[in-house]
């Protein structure tokens, strides 16, 4: 069984910093509430097995539980690659990192993102909202800065004026969404990308044209279908955020950091996954078959 010690594959990102290449894992409630115990004990398990990025969000309501488990744990801060984003208080980002901080019971974050670019109705929101990231960053509260959702179009107007550009891109990523050029505009920006929802192709979009070659590739790899769609992100060089609360079944999705697939599988799943769209969050953002 995987331990916290494992070594574990890192990404560099443009900054310097480098984020564990293992899937990462998130927790969500529908209200903040009280201390959910339940998922506090999630959390500290995912820490056991082997997770060291750790995934929040103001608007995913557990940032009180990812801090309690982390204190629980007494896992060493260096040890661990904590997440949060901005989109609730995204009018006072500077007040919303102290309250994220003050939950999570954190000094810093290692990456603070703009969780999504639907509050701006200019490229000038965009960009001053940039500008507060910016401050956050030089305070030390977030080692590195990023965003969330934002298409080509949103990382245009806020490089316009960054500078510190954006880290990475955590996008709804996987073979039945895969974004036309945005990857290719990221990696020409030296921006990387981190895949969330990555296993949609298995939970919640079959049937469907990669479910053949899902099939196949588990059984090549003794492995689940569901770690075939992680290691599909991991070998583009993709960060993967997964959720689960079940160990078992978190323990499974560490092997993908165990294998690798061949370029032309990592293509061939590519190319079927073309063949179906599906969104499974934003949908209202966004036209039916628009792909972007």
């Not at 927790?27 to 995934?55: N, P």
């Not at 009018?91 to 509050?119: N, R, T």
Request: proline letters at 4%.
């Amino acid at each position: 069984m995987a331990n916290i010690h494992t070594p574990i594959p890192q990404l560099k990102l443009n900054d310097g910093t480098s984020i564990p290449m293992a899937p990462g894992t998130a927790w969500y409630k529908t209200s903040e509430g009280s201390i959910d115990r339940k998922t506090v004990e999630a959390v500290k398990t995912a820490i056991k097995l082997g997770y060291t990025h750790l995934d929040n969000a103001e608007v995913y309501n557990t940032e009180r539980e990812m801090g309690a488990a982390i204190t629980e744990s007494k896992t060493e801060r260096s040890k661990l690659f904590v997440t949060s984003k901005v989109l609730t208080n995204i009018a006072d980002i500077p007040k919303a990192i102290d309250e994220s901080l003050k939950k999570l019971q954190l000094e810093y974050v290692d990456l603070y993102l703009i969780h999504a670019p639907y509050f701006a109705k200019t490229d000038e929101d965009l960009q001053k909202a940039w500008a507060a990231m910016e401050e956050v960053k030089a305070s030390g509260k977030a080692r590195s800065i990023g965003v969330s959702n934002y298409l080509e179009r949103h990382l245009k107007a806020t490089l316009a004026t960054a500078k510190v550009p954006p880290s990475i891109n955590q996008i709804e990523f996987h073979p039945y969404l895969q974004h036309g050029d945005l990857l290719e505009f990221q990696k020409s920006q030296n921006i990387a990308v981190a895949a969330y929802g990555p296993l949609t192709v298995v939970t919640k979009a079959k049937p469907g044209p990669c479910d053949e070659i899902l099939e196949s590739l588990a059984h090549k790899y003794y492995v689940s279908e569901g770690e075939i769609a992680l290691r599909w992100c991991i070998d583009q060089g993709i960060v993967a955020i997964t959720t689960s609360g079940k160990e078992e079944r978190m323990s499974d999705y560490l092997r993908a950091t165990k294998f690798s697939m061949t370029p032309k599988e990592v293509k061939d799943l590519s190319e079927a996954g073309l063949q179906k769209h599906y969104r499974g969050f934003w949908q209202a953002k966004f036209d039916d078959n628009d792909r972007s």
